[in-house]
T-cell receptor
Framework: DVKVTQSSRYLVKRTGEKVFLECVQD?????MFWYRQDPGLGLRLIYF???????EKGDIPEGYSVSREKKERFSLILESASTNQTSMYLC????????????FGNGTRLTVT | QKEVEQDPGPLSVPEGAIVSLNCTYS??????FMWYRQYSRKGPELLMY????GNKEDGRFTAQVDKSSKYISLFIRDSQPSDSATYLC???????????????FGQGTILTVHP
């Protein structure tokens, strides 16, 4: 079974802090994604990566950056956390661009105070 | 207007009921349609996947796609308490370019099946 592991289940940070969310997948998947999930808004794509060191902006990239130095690891960075970034963050991976399904981690609940 | 609109619910039904979950979409480029199920405190997992218009059945679940109306549905027969979860529709266009499997999700419907 594919396993997507997010390093923290819950995180509390202060406004202005730099925040790192880590995600690791163990199935040699090409693609990795970061979504945020908010009530009434569903899942919104922040960034995705289709190869090591490659990244593409999703629908809501403002205030975020990403890093993919190794195939199995995809990091989401909040350069200066703000209260409107309080959310559930979900990492996902898929085998290749096409019809392969997304496999999600269990999420990181980030609270910015 | 959002590209994908999903009936927000929440939906509460008795055990054994037939459940209908629905999404409409505006982007005619969408070709692949999925339903994800998300249990509390878990990530979404793929439940059903369809490409063409018509019905696809898997056990108690039936996914229906009507591309002419830009409307998709998920039916759950003989619903069980274990079906209680958030259901998310998702869709995408053809692969290629930088789409790389990028999905657009609906807002999710919270379903509770009570014994």
């Amino acid at each position: 079974d594919v396993k997507v592991t997010q390093s923290s289940r819950y995180l509390v940070k202060r406004t202005g802090e730099k925040v790192f969310l880590e995600c690791v997948q163990d199935m040699d998947h090409e693609n990795m994604f970061w979504y945020r999930q908010d009530p009434g808004l569903g899942l919104r794509l922040i960034y995705f990566s289709y190869d090591v060191k490659m990244k593409e902006k999703g629908d809501i990239p403002e205030g975020y950056s990403v890093s993919r130095e190794k195939k199995e690891r995809f990091s989401l960075i909040l350069e200066s956390a703000s209260t409107n970034q309080t959310s559930m963050y979900l990492c996902a991976s898929s085998l290749y661009g096409g019809v392969s399904p997304l496999h999600f981690g269990n999420g990181t609940r980030l609270t910015v105070t | 207007q959002k590209e994908v609109e999903q009936d927000p619910g929440p939906l509460s039904v008795p055990e054994g009921a037939i459940v209908s979950l629905n999404c409409t979409y505006s982007n005619s480029a969408f070709q692949y349609f999925m339903w994800y199920r998300q249990y509390s405190r878990k990530g979404p997992e793929l439940l059903m996947y369809t490409y063409s218009s018509g019905n696809k059945e898997d056990g108690r679940f039936t996914a229906q796609v009507d591309k002419s109306s830009k409307y998709i549905s998920l039916f759950i027969r003989d619903s069980q308490p274990s079906d209680s979860a958030t259901y998310l529709c998702a869709m995408r266009g053809l692969a290629g370019g930088t789409s790389y499997g990028k999905l657009t999700f609906g807002q999710g419907t919270i379903l509770t099946v009570h014994p």
